[in-house]
Nanobody, 119 residues
Framework: QVQLVESGGGLVQPGGSLRLSCAASTSIFSGYAMGWYRQAPGKQRELVARISSGGGGVTNYADSVKGRFTISRDTAKNMVYLQMNSLKPEDTAVYYC???????????WGQGTQVTVSS
């Protein structure tokens, strides 16, 4: 029973930056991998970035965002973030926060936040 709420989306010019936030209703330090996904119109939802559970915080990224996006978490505040730099028009999509429970093997999703990159 995990609720996720995204915020921070909006309109930005190419080359600009945005920081997305995801607030979780439960602790995300242990037992959950966290991720950001996105879905553009007419396309399937795709993984953007993921961070592992526990203290290690191993991350992985889609090739299209490596070097530009950074996922991080603040476990004390039950928050996960996506810092997006050097944004491109092709980054335009609805961005979704995801939590995967390693205990019950279930995905939880937020409602999404719109990111539009346009001049």
């Amino acid at each position: 029973q995990v609720q996720l709420v995204e915020s921070g989306g909006g309109l930005v010019q190419p080359g600009g930056s945005l920081r997305l936030s995801c607030a979780a209703s439960t602790s995300i330090f242990s037992g959950y991998a966290m991720g950001w996904y996105r879905q553009a119109p007419g396309k399937q939802r795709e993984l953007v970035a993921r961070i592992s559970s526990g203290g290690g915080g191993v991350t992985n990224y889609a090739d299209s965002v490596k070097g530009r996006f950074t996922i991080s978490r603040d476990t004390a505040k039950n928050m996960v973030y996506l810092q997006m730099n050097s944004l491109k028009p092709e980054d335009t999509a609805v961005y979704y926060c995801n939590a995967y429970s390693l205990v019950i093997k279930r995905d939880y999703w937020g409602q999404g936040t719109q990111v539009t990159v346009s001049s």
